[in-house]
């Protein structure tokens, strides 16, 4: 039996392949939408991939399971009370595929979603009897369980759903042997719970003794406990689950149809209909000189959660990326449905030398001048872009909060009359946001380099110019 984990960092999303040396058969669990890494590695050992199972209609991501049904002719598979448009292998709890000496048998175990899945892997040439791996999707994490509130406007509640994962982990997973190895669908960084470790794999017996939500507690404590103080969800989430569902276009077909480079004069005329400029240097690039109106989602960063979060799905994108990355940007944008790429400026900003008239520029601070400009008779105002949790656990004082999510939304806030001075944790956060003020029309945006890690190391010793408990956010 040969098991191998893809962990994609930058949507902290875990996929598997498991094989049978034997048979030369294979299949793949919650795959990404680029799949070549699976193609690639059953080519390179002569396998067949005959089977793709979804442990459940994922929501941050599109999965890559029609990819691998249209390049393999492989089976897909999703638990019984799954609904989709595509035609897939129903599998009730307790089925069991077997292929040569692997054994994958179904657990249904509802809760996060309500078809959800776990798989539990039996190496059938050592130990017929005890699982030697179990596959959780987002019923298990390792450090947490699935949050139960992303599928609450589909008509079942979130207490509902806490209650159905509560019954999933005490009938389904936590009865499995301490040695029983836990591969989840998700790592730290993923909205889909809220205490994830950046532990990839673990044990059962490890889980039961460190995991919070599985420590002793009643079923209404438990609901409780994972329903309260979960992250805020993006937008997308629903676009995607919903995606999943779907008969849709295959990456490879979105990204031919996308990969279209254009003149700046056709970018210009494609720009006085409905368009979104999307930027994805990063943001020190973006501050030097920009494109007036477009918005800067940097590909060193979370780019996908935040082009899902910060994009519109119905209005046409257009990219501005480093020459040779515009192929790059629009395969992660696919990565979470977002198909709507109308093409990319051929030859990135080196196209703008001859138009000054359409550059912008990003005024930058460091924290040390910002400090001493606070202490000014008038001083600017520190917008905090940061979740209300991050800002309540410290903050610059005087500061407004705004969540990111929230800014187009509240920007009448924001005071006009006055420089704001735009930060997050980094700096990567507040450069999407100064992007989206300049589209709104703040033009004495200024945005704090290195962001709050920088003020606090620049900040010790001064107290004074720190808070912990909140006083003034508009996050809610």
């Not at 962990?7 to 049978?20: F, G, K, M």
């Not at 005959?50 to 029609?66: E, I, K, N, P, Q």
């Not at 089925?95 to 059938?124: K, M, N, R, W, Y």
């Not at 791996?133 to 759903?161: C, H, K, N, W």
Request: one cysteine or more.
């Amino acid at each position: 039996m040969f098991l191998k984990q893809y962990y994609l960092s930058c949507l902290a999303h875990a996929s598997y392949l498991i094989a049978d040396e034997q048979t030369k058969t294979a299949a793949v669990i919650d795959p990404q939408r680029d799949v070549e890494q699976y193609l690639d590695e059953a080519e390179s050992q002569g396998w067949n991939i005959r089977y793709v199972f979804l442990t459940h209609f994922h929501a941050d991501f599109l999965a890559g399971h029609l990819e691998l049904r249209d390049r393999t002719g492989a089976e897909v598979c999703l638990g019984s009370n799954a609904k989709a448009e595509y035609p897939f292998k129903a599998l009730p709890d307790g089925a069991t595929i077997e292929f040569g000496q692997v054994g994958l048998s179904v657990l249904e175990t509802p809760g996060h979603t309500p078809e959800g899945i776990s798989i539990l892997v039996h190496d059938l040439a050592n130990n017929a009897e005890k699982p030697y791996a179990v596959f959780t999707g987002d019923t298990l994490f390792i450090g947490d369980v699935g949050r139960p509130d992303l599928m609450a406007s589909i008509g079942v509640t979130a207490e509902q759903l806490g209650g159905m994962l509560y019954d999933s982990l005490h009938t389904k997973l936590l009865p499995l042997p301490d040695e029983t190895l836990v591969y989840p669908a998700h790592g730290a960084g993923s909205m889909c719970g809220k205490n994830l470790s950046s532990d990839t794999v673990s044990t059962m017996g490890t889980q039961r003794q460190y995991n919070y939500a599985l420590q002793p507690m009643s079923r209404d404590q438990f609901i409780h406990l994972v329903t309260m103080d979960q992250p805020e969800a993006p937008e997308y989430f629903g676009y995607d689950a919903e995606l999943n569902r779907k008969e849709r276009q295959t990456l490879d077909q979105a990204i031919r149809k996308q990969l279209n480079p254009l003149a700046l004069q056709d970018l210009l005329e494609i720009q006085k209909e409905s368009v979104q400029i999307l930027d994805v240097r990063d943001p020190a690039d973006f501050a030097g000189g920009h494109m007036k109106g477009s918005i800067n989602i940097g590909l060193g960063g979370k780019f996908a959660t935040w082009a899902g979060t910060v994009l519109s799905r119905e209005i046409p994108i257009l990219v501005i990326a480093e020459p040779g990355r515009e192929q790059e940007a629009i395969r992660r944008l696919g990565r979470i449905g977002f198909d709507h790429v109308a093409g990319y400026l051929d030859g990135g900003m080196a196209e703008l030398e001859s138009r000054p008239d359409l550059i912008r520029k990003v005024a930058r601070m460091t924290a040390a001048t910002l400090a001493e400009r606070l202490a000014t008779t008038n001083p600017p105002q520190v917008l905090d872009v940061r979740t209300k949790k991050e800002w309540g656990n410290g903050r610059i004082d005087h500061s407004m909060n705004i969540p990111l999510p929230h800014l187009l939304k509240k920007f009448a806030q924001v005071p006009h009359e006055q420089p704001v001075v735009v930060h997050c944790a980094s700096g990567y956060r507040s450069s999407i946001a100064v992007s989206l003020l300049e589209q709104v029309g703040f033009r004495n945006v200024i945005d704090l380099v290195g962001g709050f890690e920088a003020w606090e190391k620049t900040s010790r010793g001064h107290g004074s110019l720190l808070q912990s408990s909140p006083t003034c956010s508009t996050s809610t």
